[in-house]
């Protein structure tokens, strides 16, 4: 190391942003910064990672880049496995300390950061890893979970340094494409775009206007793209901190409510509590990392065929499962990256109940099909709308009359199952059920894939007779201790108690 200065290297993992970012502030205050972002092929090789999140990753790397090109160093890109491209810089620029976020991530990314930490111990590297998102690491019980969450969504935003020192020849590789990491082509028209720019424009937007419409336009797909924040992306790839965002809903909120607009103040308030809600979600994966992997209640873990009916399954993927507002929501998804949180439980729902597919396999298709997907609000959000965590409220959706409840005229059907156009409005939603079916029905649209009432009846018995087991109340109590809420959940008749927020992250 002699004749070298040793480099702070702060790694970007889901913080991709230079302002409330802790680790790249607090590394600038002790020499040389070193931002990191690397590229790991084996992450994108996971049956959860697509094309479309790494064109929105991409997006908001470029975007990082700027940012820190105008505070004087920008943004190095390695490519390749993690502790191979810290070692590589170690040996040739030397490494005083790493800084990074905590990341609630998946699998993968949990053993790979028990890799680096493996790394730095052995070379007497400093890792500093800061919280973010109000998560906690190691936590013991969830009691005062809620205040602790409070206090770190109140603490004052982090400045973004003053500058940064260049530090001239520091190899950064190119940006590989989407094909060289393997990802199958993704065609998504409509995707939202990445970077911060984007993101700050989404949240003002949100802030000024839409906010009026939250509340009364977040459950249906035709409203939700603009009633919803539209910052699930931005905050699941950290172009925008959770706190920052929830400081300017707040000073957004008391404003509105000063200027006599209480419709404002009031869907400020209830997407301040879904922020809320997405870091207890999160806070479930933090504390078992191998939730994509397992059942929360362990007798509900092969509830269903490990190995699922492959003709339901490629049926309810492509969106032709002859269930017209199921499948305009999945064509929907698929072409935009996005749809509402109630047609995600939909989605999740159907498949699990009606088709009996296991959790697991679809949970890795709608990763894929998210552009904001964020593990740890997704695979308990999943398990949670399958029935495999023991602790929550059956929720068995009946796709007609979710289409018949939030797209009454079948505009939306319409749009995205263009093949139904001859069908009647009266039987958009049930096309089987019209005089004139044979036109369409097993033409140019396929027959209902199961019969709706006969599989909802057929899940529910299951579900009974796996509830009645023995040692399932026992273990029900430990999976609440560990993962209940405790900010005043209130048992739904019929629910049976537990942890009831399946429909509180419509970000």
């Not at 790249?24 to 020499?31: M, N, S």
């Not at 697509?50 to 490519?79: H, M, N, P, T």
Request: glycine share 8%; hydrophobic share 45%.
């Amino acid at each position: 190391m002699a004749g070298r200065t040793s480099l702070q290297v702060v790694w970007f993992k889901r913080d991709l942003r230079a302002s409330d970012n802790t680790a790249l502030a607090r590394a600038a205050r002790h020499g040389p910064v070193l931002p990191l972002y690397i590229v790991e092929p084996a992450l994108w090789r996971r049956e959860d990672a697509s094309g479309r999140q790494f064109a929105f990753l991409a997006e908001c790397l470029k975007d990082l880049s700027r940012a820190l090109a105008r505070l004087g160093q920008r943004l190095v890109i390695r490519v390749g496995e993690a502790v191979a491209v810290l070692e590589d810089i170690r040996l040739r620029h030397g490494i005083a300390g790493l800084w990074s976020h905590q990341e609630t991530g998946h699998l993968a990314s949990f053993a790979r950061d028990r890799a680096v930490a493996s790394w730095a111990r052995a070379h007497a590297i400093p890792w500093y890893e800061f919280p973010q998102d109000g998560v906690v690491r190691r936590l013991a019980s969830r009691d005062g979970w809620a205040e602790r969450w409070e206090a770190a969504m109140s603490a004052p935003v982090v400045p973004a340094p003053q500058a940064l020192a260049p530090l001239g020849a520091v190899r950064s590789d190119p940006l590989p494409a989407a094909a060289d990491l393997g990802l199958s082509p993704d065609p998504c028209p409509a995707r939202q775009r990445g970077g911060r720019a984007h993101g700050l424009a989404a949240l003002d937007a949100f802030l000024a206007t839409r906010a009026e419409r939250y509340r009364r336009g977040m459950s249906s797909p035709l409203t939700a793209p603009d009633a919803c924040s539209r910052l699930s992306a931005h905050l699941a790839f950290g172009t925008l901190s959770l706190r920052e965002v929830a400081q300017a809903a707040r000073a957004a909120r008391e404003r509105a409510r000063t200027d006599g607009q209480p419709g404002r103040a009031a869907g400020l308030a209830a997407f301040d509590k879904r922020l809320h809600w997405r870091s207890h979600f999160m806070q479930k994966l933090e504390d078992a990392p191998d939730l994509e992997a397992r059942a929360m209640h362990p007798a509900l873990d092969d509830l269903r065929p490990r190995t699922p009916d492959r003709a339901r399954l490629e049926a309810w993927m492509r969106g032709e499962t002859g269930l017209p507002f199921l499948d305009a929501c999945m064509r929907a998804l698929i072409a935009t990256g996005w749809i509402n949180f109630r047609m995600r439980a939909m989605l999740t729902a159907v498949a699990s109940y009606h088709l009996w597919l296991d959790w697991r396999a679809t949970g890795r298709h709608l990763a894929r099909l998210f552009t904001d997907y964020e593990p740890g609000i997704h695979w308990p959000q999943i398990q949670m709308q399958s029935g495999v965590t023991g602790i929550n409220a059956l929720r068995i959706y009946n796709p007609v009359k979710q289409g018949r409840d939030h797209d009454p005229q079948g505009r939306f059907i319409r749009r995205w199952a263009p093949e139904l156009a001859a069908v009647p409005d009266a039987f958009l939603h049930e096309p089987w059920r019209w005089a004139g079916a044979g036109r369409v029905i097993g033409r140019d649209y396929p027959p209902p894939i199961v019969d709706l009432a006969t599989a909802a009846r057929e899940a529910r018995a299951r579900m009974a007779e796996a509830r009645r087991s023995e040692g399932f109340r026992e273990a029900k109590a430990l999976v609440l201790a560990r993962h209940g809420s405790r900010r005043g959940a209130r048992p739904r008749r019929g629910g049976g108690g537990g942890d009831h927020r399946q429909m509180a992250l419509d970000l």
